[in-house]
């Protein structure tokens, strides 16, 4: 869990949508890629709500009525929805680059739930604070 004090939140909102471990996933490569493009579209679409100056803190909580391995499978559950979330921040629609910003930084949570959903909470720095999230 990273430290956030000395940061503000910004906002949060919630999208009720599918994840799963994409690590561990057997399934056929047309079923995964319908669900990372919904995903993907869902982020779209909430693109209002997601703030766009930088430097900024991303914290993206799985809830869902099973758990999965905080170290492997749940950042792999994300990825998509991370992707996405950073593409509509910097505005870099290259697959696979918008996250490699060094002023974006992020972490995942997971909490169990009825229904699946993803919990999109964003942070910046307090003016006072001169420090980075801590892992």
Same mark, same amino acid.
């Given at each position: ?12 909102? *919630?999208? %009720?949508?599918?994840?799963? +471990? ?15 493009? @919904? ?14 100056? @930088?430097?900024?803190?991303?914290? @993206? =909580?799985? *809830? ?13 559950? $994300?990825?998509?929805? $991370?992707?996405?979330?950073?593409? %509509? *921040?910097?505005?870099?629609?290259? &697959?696979? %680059?918008?996250?490699?910003? &060094? ?10 739930? +009825? @229904? &699946? ?14 420090? =980075?999230?801590?892992?």
């Amino acid at each position: 869990m990273t430290d956030l004090s000395g940061f503000i939140k910004i906002t949060e909102f *919630i999208l %009720q949508m599918e994840t799963c +471990s994409e690590a561990n996933s057997n399934e056929h490569w047309r079923k995964k890629a319908a669900r990372h493009r @919904l995903q993907k579209q869902h982020v779209k679409l909430a693109s209002f709500y997601i703030p766009k100056e @930088l430097p900024i803190h991303i914290k @993206l =909580t799985r *809830i869902s009525r099973k758990m999965l391995d905080k170290h492997d499978n749940l950042p792999c559950s $994300l990825k998509y929805i $991370l992707d996405a979330v950073c593409e %509509q *921040i910097t505005g870099n629609l290259v &697959p696979g %680059q918008a996250d490699n910003d &060094p002023r974006l930084s992020f972490e995942y949570a997971q909490e169990k739930g +009825s @229904l &699946p959903k993803v919990r999109f909470e964003f942070f910046r720095k307090n003016d006072t604070s001169n420090e =980075t999230p801590k892992q």
